[in-house]
């Protein structure tokens, strides 16, 4: 079992930026792949950006050069660096975490708007 806190959503001007933080514990965090996702009303829940245990990343097109993904072993933490911010972002951001099992966490709300 893991559980999954996610922080740093909010209200953003478009070209603006914000960092997502997913703070994990229950267990060996190391071993999950960890991801974003994003759900925009009336849209199904998409994949953002994902980290293995060995580090490699895999993002959605639509962000691409735009987000980054990392994570923290030590910290038991993944991030989202998100740059360039599009009214097309807004939607709300859940943090993924897969091993054998899907956990996630309970979402923050991510607004670009002027």
């Known amino acids: 079992q893991v559980q999954l806190v996610e922080s740093g959503g909010g209200l953003v001007q478009p070209g603006g930026s914000l960092r997502l933080s997913c703070a994990a514990s229950?267990?060996?965090?190391?071993?999950?792949?960890m991801a974003w996702y994003r759900q925009a009303p009336g849209k199904q829940r998409e994949l953002v950006a994902s980290?293995?245990?060995?580090?490699?990343?895999n993002y959605a097109d639509s962000v691409k050069g735009r987000f980054t993904i990392s994570r923290d072993n030590a910290k038991n933490t993944v991030y989202l660096q998100m740059n360039s911010l599009k009214p097309e972002d807004t939607a709300v951001y859940y943090c993924?975490?897969?091993?054998?099992?899907?956990?996630w966490g309970q979402g923050t709300q991510v607004t670009v708007s002027s």
């Open positions: 980290i293995t245990s060995g580090s490699s990343i």
């Open positions: 993924n975490a897969y091993y054998f099992n899907n956990y």
């Open positions: 229950g267990s060996i965090f190391s071993i999950y792949v």
